[in-house]
């Protein structure tokens, strides 16, 4: 091996270079937050050396001092060895410009829905400053409970999980943001304990992979909770009830917004008289689902 490669990384650039080359040799898995060797890579480094995680170019040829090529050396082993998402090492997620606190309490935060609401829901809302209620169900870290807040900033949200953990975690993440007079945390299986609660906007990341799939789930993907993840034999298990109780919980022209991965076929096939629309996001065309109450209303039967 030439001298070159054998010397430890001078710059910011040199150690970026050497985590794709382990992450890589090493097979690691992404898609928490980053999706490639290089982008982890970059964020571990950026997040080792305290600095924003969309400053990389700046600083690529700045030198490191030796205790900060420890640190950046340290998480790559971490990484490597624990095989964990980065997130749980660095506890710390993003959705755009907003960092949430995680740890193995909860799925990493990634949502297409997320997108739809850098845009307030447009053009399927179209009055977004009427929406007053919300309801985020499934909402692990509060990450969707948050956006909805910000998006709509007259509304006030209710955000459930099943796992009092997950509370425990979203609880942090909306005390950090200071909204705890307008984000409400509840303990519930869906819809259960929401009884005479009526909302103008619902939105729902619930479990949506399927048992096959679950069984051969990369490491990194074992590490979050089986409960956030397991959607039962074809991943629709949380979505029917969603569908057939979510219309009991709108509001006249209420609003209902599911991701469900890449199910479009199942979720039609599943349920075919219902016109379902699904956005373009950076999933493609088939990872959320949405429909007025309306449509919920004279498409389905209320019981099982």
């Not at 929401?194 to 990194?220: F, W």
């Not at 199942?266 to 949405?290: H, I, M, N, S, Y």
Request: contains cysteine; proline residues 7%.
């Amino acid at each position: 091996m030439p001298l070159a490669e054998r010397r430890p990384p001078r710059t910011v650039r040199d150690v970026v270079r050497l985590g794709v080359k382990q992450f890589k040799a090493a097979r690691l898995v992404f898609g928490h937050g980053t999706v490639n060797a290089f982008d982890e890579a970059a964020y571990l480094t950026l997040y080792a050396l305290r600095l924003p995680p969309d400053e990389l170019e700046p600083h690529l040829d700045t030198p490191l001092k030796p205790r900060q090529l420890e640190q950046v050396l340290r998480l790559f082993e971490r990484r490597i060895r624990e095989r964990k998402p980065a997130a749980y090492l660095t506890r710390e997620a993003w959705l755009g410009d907003f960092r949430f606190y995680v740890d193995e309490r909860v799925i990493v935060p990634r949502s297409y829905i997320a997108e739809l609401l850098r845009d307030d829901l447009a053009p399927w809302l179209a009055e977004p400053g009427k929406i007053r209620t919300a309801l985020d169900l499934c909402t692990g870290s509060g990450c969707l409970a948050i956006l909805l807040a910000h998006s709509f900033p007259r509304a006030r949200v209710d955000a459930t999980d099943i796992a009092p953990a997950a509370l425990a975690v979203a609880r942090i993440n909306v005390r950090q943001y200071r909204l705890g007079r307008r984000i409400r945390l509840v303990q519930s299986d869906l819809f259960s304990a929401l009884c005479g609660k009526h909302y103008d906007l619902i939105v729902s990341n619930p479990p949506y992979v399927r048992t096959a799939i679950m069984r051969r789930l990369p490491q990194e993907y074992r590490r979050e909770p089986e409960i956030a993840l397991a959607g039962g034999k074809d991943g629709l298990d949380a979505v029917r009830i969603i569908l057939h109780q979510a219309a009991r919980h709108l509001n006249p022209g209420g609003l209902l917004v599911v991701e469900v991965g890449h199910n479009r076929k199942q979720v039609e096939k599943a349920f075919p008289r219902l016109a379902f629309t699904w956005p373009e996001t950076a999933g493609g065309d088939d990872c959320v689902f949405l429909l007025a109450r309306e449509q919920l209303h004279r498409s389905l039967v209320f019981s099982f």
